[in-house]
């Protein structure tokens, strides 16, 4: 008999890293949304330890669904104003394709999208996305991270929002804010240290209608 969700996420997730931010309430955020169209996609993916958990959970789930990863692999980009004083300085979280690799391996390997996401969002993302995982601790990291995978997600997607409380990272709180307020259709859910924000529609006799 196949171990628990919980007991699968502590054998999947080498590092404990995931397990403490919220594992086990993103996979299932995730399950739910494999219905959907779209693949799935982790913006800020750094050596794979969140990659490794949503392929292995991919697979257990029996989804064929791609995941989609990006990152710099060459650390944080400039901060901004916005971004207070944050946990992390430009430079840091470094990490390289072959260490990502290396912690995907026995995985079906993610395709992955090297560069700055201003550069690979807006013409390396899947026309249409059911989950994504957003972790790029920076206020323009995630403003542009939303502007470009909200308008792929699928209705009654989910984006999972890391930090989004995170008294260090006051940067990725504000992009989050300043997009519901101008996007009516984002339903949002602190959970733990992470913002769940779904895609919802409302539908008229039968039609589908922008909120
Ligand atoms: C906290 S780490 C991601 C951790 C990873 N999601 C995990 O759970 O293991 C943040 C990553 O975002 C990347 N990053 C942040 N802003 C970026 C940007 N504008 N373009 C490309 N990469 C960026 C950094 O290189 C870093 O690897």
Same mark, same amino acid.
């Given at each position: 008999?196949?171990?628990?969700?919980?007991?699968?996420?502590?054998?999947? %997730?080498?590092?404990?890293?995931?397990?403490?931010?919220?594992?086990? /309430?993103?996979? *299932?955020?995730?399950?739910?949304?494999?219905?959907?169209?779209?693949?799935?996609?982790?913006?800020?993916?750094?050596?794979?330890?969140?990659?490794?958990?949503?392929?292995?959970?991919?697979? !257990?789930?029996?989804?064929?669904?791609?995941?989609?990863?990006?990152?710099?692999?060459?650390?944080? /980009?400039?901060?901004?104003?916005? &971004?207070?004083?944050?946990?992390?300085?430009?430079?840091?979280?470094?990490?390289?394709? &072959?260490?990502?690799?290396?912690?995907?391996?026995?995985?079906?390997?993610?395709?992955?999208?090297? +560069?700055?996401?201003? &550069?690979?969002?807006?013409?390396?993302?899947?026309? !249409?996305?059911?989950?994504?995982?957003? %972790? +790029?601790?920076?206020?323009?990291?995630?403003?542009?991270? *939303?502007?470009?995978?909200?308008?792929?997600?699928?209705?009654? +997607?989910?984006?999972?929002?890391? %930090?989004?409380?995170?008294?260090?990272?006051?940067?990725?709180?504000?992009?989050? %804010?300043?997009?519901?307020?101008?996007?009516?259709?984002?339903?949002? !859910?602190?959970?733990?240290?992470?913002?769940?924000?779904?895609?919802?529609? #409302?539908?008229?006799?039968? #039609?589908?209608?922008?909120?």
């Amino acid at each position: 008999m196949k171990n628990s969700l919980q007991e699968f996420i502590l054998t999947a %997730d080498k590092t404990g890293y995931v397990s403490r931010s919220n594992g086990l /309430p993103m996979l *299932l955020s995730m399950r739910s949304c494999l219905h959907l169209e779209g693949d799935v996609v982790e913006v800020g993916c750094f050596k794979g330890c969140t990659s490794r958990l949503l392929q292995m959970a991919l697979e !257990r789930f029996g989804s064929e669904k791609q995941l989609h990863v990006y990152d710099s692999f060459e650390g944080l /980009p400039e901060k901004t104003k916005e &971004d207070g004083t944050p946990l992390y300085e430009k430079g840091l979280l470094i990490s390289s394709i &072959d260490v990502f690799r290396n912690n995907l391996k026995g995985c079906r390997m993610p395709k992955i999208h090297k +560069g700055w996401f201003e &550069d690979t969002l807006p013409t390396g993302l899947p026309e !249409r996305i059911c989950f994504g995982f957003l %972790d +790029g601790d920076y206020y323009s990291s995630i403003k542009v991270s *939303l502007e470009h995978v909200w308008p792929r997600l699928s209705p009654g +997607g989910i984006l999972f929002v890391h %930090d989004y409380p995170h008294p260090k990272f006051v940067g990725v709180a504000k992009a989050v %804010d300043e997009f519901a307020r101008v996007n009516h259709d984002v339903f949002m !859910r602190v959970y733990r240290n992470s913002v769940i924000l779904a895609k919802v529609t #409302q539908f008229v006799c039968g #039609q589908e209608i922008d909120v």
